[in-house]
């Protein structure tokens, strides 16, 4: 694991020049103590495994595509793909799990339809331990519930519905990290939602928060 040193560059970069990839990555570094021993053998092919990701050529695929939704979704938030500095591409190639957490974060929100609101966050992190990656996210995922709903109380439903659609959706879906998206930008994403297992019943993608979390949200009085 990167010191401490190169720990507070990261994050120095992330405040100060928007940088995010290399704190990323070793956050995800700390979700991955712990990680589920089945999984860690389905991402070993995957430990340099890190295409580059132009969204340029991804918006010029046809609407409905894995590679057009996602451009959308990383251009409307004003998303830059994730880049790992160069000094930290071994440290990325040792711990897969925390690479590829890292780089499909963004790719989870468009097949999962859960957008980057806090609810939106929430139903990505549940999905994640419906999974069962890493002990780690286990043991934090009540805590990570708590602070968004200490951070936006009035949308204390809408987390929770999220959560636990996110949780049985990972419960019953492949598993996504071992997945190569990067190599399937071209196919429509109801195919891969089919092939993975995701059953997402309103079929919505990221236009706006799924059918139950936009319940809740219109019943608190949250625009969506």
Avoid at 17 to 40: C, H, I, Q, R
Avoid at 103 to 121: A, C, Q
């Amino acid at each position: 694991m990167a010191n401490l040193k190169r720990f507070i560059k990261a994050y120095k970069d992330y405040f100060t020049k928007g940088e995010t990839g290399d704190a990323a990555l070793l956050e995800s570094e700390l979700y991955g103590f712990g990680v589920n021993p089945d999984v860690l053998v389905q991402l070993q092919d995957l430990a340099a495994y890190y295409p580059k990701i132009d969204l340029t050529q991804l918006s010029q695929l046809p609407e409905g595509t894995l590679g057009y939704e996602y451009a959308q979704h990383m251009l409307k938030n004003g998303i830059q793909p994730l880049e790992i500095s160069d000094d930290l591409r071994a440290e990325a190639e040792r711990h897969p799990f925390a690479l590829r957490y890292t780089v499909t974060h963004d790719i989870f929100h468009i097949l999962l339809g859960f957008d980057t609101s806090y609810p939106g966050e929430m139903g990505v992190f549940g999905f994640t331990v419906g999974q069962n990656y890493t002990k780690a996210l286990n043991l934090v995922y009540p805590l990570i519930k708590l602070i968004f709903v200490m951070i936006k109380p009035m949308q204390a439903k809408a987390i929770f519905a999220s959560a636990s659609r996110g949780k049985e959706l990972g419960e019953q879906a492949s598993c996504l990290l071992a997945y190569r998206f990067e190599e399937n930008w071209a196919r429509a994403i109801a195919d891969i939602r089919s092939e993975l297992g995701l059953v997402l019943k309103d079929e919505q993608l990221e236009k706006q928060p799924n059918k139950a979390t936009a319940k809740v949200l219109s019943e608190e009085g949250v625009a969506v």
